[in-house]
Antibody, heavy 118, light 110 residues
Framework: EVQLVESGGGLVQPGGSLRLSCAAS????????MHWVRQAPGKGLVWVSR????????VYADSVKGRFTISRDNAYNTLYLQMNSLRAEDTAVYYC???????????WGQGTLVTVSS | QSVLTQPPSASGTPGQRVTISCSGS????????VNWYQQLPGTAPKLLIY???QRPSGVPDRLSGSKSGTSASLAISGLQSEDEADYYC???????????FGSGTEVTVL
């Protein structure tokens, strides 16, 4: 069964840092681009970042560019999101998702909640 | 503010047909496939329709997608209580070099 499990969320003060992880299983991790998508409380989905299968190409939404870094460890089938200089508006559930060869996202992980507050 | 525009809500009685629209631009829907995701209350999004009108295995044929120009739509026929959820359209945007999502539509079964 294809599965993605996020971890690493929690409460952090404004200006702080947090690293999210997404453990993948049930598929050949090195074959797929991977994504992070977030959802603020009561709001819609917002795409955050994307990384190529070999880790050499990354893309970011303007709202996180320069503050967030996406990476992956293909030896451990794990996707990461390093979040620095966190702001209150970064408060959200963060989902990781696999990009299929056709470009759609499937499946999604269960999400991990990040709360930025003093 | 979302790049793709959806109505905030839609509703119908059991058995009725509900349609959700998704409006974009040439750089996203006009150039790339549209995908739809369903998010049941308290759960993660799930792929519902891909490549404009294809259903993953397990998705009933009561749900269908279509695309024309810079707009797309999702239709749910034979509405059931289990269809109560939020629905999001999405597409790749060539100008932004990223995925864009619609604002989401909450479907209520009356």
């Amino acid at each position: 069964e294809v599965q993605l499990v996020e971890s690493g969320g929690g409460l952090v003060q404004p200006g702080g840092s947090l690293r999210l992880s997404c453990a993948a299983s049930g598929f050949t991790f090195i074959s797929n681009w991977m994504h992070w998508v977030r959802q603020a409380p009561g709001k819609g989905l917002v795409w955050v970042s994307r990384i190529k299968s070999d880790g050499r190409t990354t893309v970011y939404a303007d709202s996180v560019k320069g503050r967030f870094t996406i990476s992956r460890d293909n030896a451990y089938n794990t996707l990461y999101l390093q979040m620095n200089s966190l702001r209150a508006e970064d408060t959200a559930v963060y989902y990781c998702a696999r990009e299929t060869t056709g470009g759609w996202l499937d499946p999604w992980g269960q999400g991990t909640l990040v709360t930025v507050s003093s | 503010q979302s790049v793709l525009t959806q109505p905030p809500s839609a509703s119908g009685t059991p058995g009725q047909r509900v349609t959700i629209s998704c409006s974009g631009s040439r750089s996203n829907i006009g150039s790339n496939a549209v995908n739809w995701y369903q998010q049941l209350p308290g759960t993660a999004p799930k792929l519902l329709i891909y490549n404009n009108n294809q259903r993953p295995s397990g998705v009933p044929d009561r749900l269908s997608g279509s695309k024309s120009g810079t707009s797309a739509s999702l239709a749910i026929s034979g509405l059931q209580s289990e269809d109560e959820a939020d629905y999001y359209c999405a597409a790749w945007d060539d100008s932004l070099s990223g995925h864009v999502f619609g604002s989401g539509t909450e479907v209520t079964v009356l």
